[in-house]
């Protein structure tokens, strides 16, 4: 069973680099599927990020799009998230997930809290 | 990119039933078989609870079914319990996009 848990800092300061990774346990990620973040700031609903196709497809949330990057490291079985230039509107518990083809059912880890402050 | 639409709110007592909506358009809800609904409890992971409209993945409860009608989903759940009061989002595909509704709090009265 796909196990999937996310790391990376939990505080990143105003205008830098916010960077997620998400190791992925129990199935391959070159495996046929695609791989995902979304996130929910505090109080706030749930916001989908980006996915990436196994092969390296991208798709971002046009909001976003000009400031995220997703990636996936083959060799370590993991996909990251690099949100550039945050600001405080940025802080939220961030998700990584994963589904399989022809289906809408994302699975998605445990989520980090990630706050930009100064 | 529009988020879906949810109540904010339902309520129901313990055994009643209740349905969720969730209206989008054509481009999205209405145009792709690709409907999920997760339910969230403080602290806790989403946990999907429907997808594909109207599958359930094994663990879920048959209490909780999912339907879908032009652009609006719904998710109905009967025989309601108090470990269901939670927070609901239904989740589309909007092709090569996905978008989430507004989230709906269930309270069990």
């Known amino acids: 069973q796909v196990q999937l848990q996310e790391s990376g800092p939990g505080l990143v300061k105003p205008s830098e680099t916010l960077s997620l990774t998400c190791t992925v346990s129990?199935?391959?990620?070159?495996?046929?599927?695609?791989w995902g973040w979304i996130r929910q700031p505090p109080g706030k609903g749930l916001e989908w990020i980006g996915s990436?196709?196994?092969?390296?497809?991208?798709y971002y949330n046009p909001s976003l799009r000009s400031r995220v990057t997703i990636s996936v490291d083959t060799s370590r079985n993991q996909f990251s998230l690099n949100l550039r230039s945050v600001t405080a509107a940025d802080t939220a518990v961030y998700y990584c997930g994963r589904r399989p083809t022809r289906s809408s059912s994302w699975i998605w880890g445990q989520g980090t809290m990630v706050t930009v402050s100064s | 990119q529009s988020a879906l639409t949810q109540p904010r709110s339902v309520s129901g007592s313990p055994g009643q039933s209740v349905t969720i909506s969730c209206t989008g358009t054509s481009s999205d809800v209405g145009g792709y078989n690709y409907v999920s609904w997760y339910q969230l409890h403080p602290g806790k992971a989403p946990k999907l609870m429907i997808y594909d409209v109207i599958k359930r993945p094994s663990g879920v409860p048959d209490r909780f079914s999912g339907s879908k009608s032009g652009n609006t989903a719904s998710l109905t759940i009967s025989g309601l319990q108090a470990d269901d009061e939670a927070d609901y989002y239904c989740y589309s595909y909007a092709g090569s996009f996905w978008v989430f509704g507004g989230g709906t709090k269930l309270t069990v009265l």
């Open positions: 129990g199935y391959s990620i070159s495996s046929d599927c695609y």
């Open positions: 990436i196709y196994h092969i390296g497809n991208t």
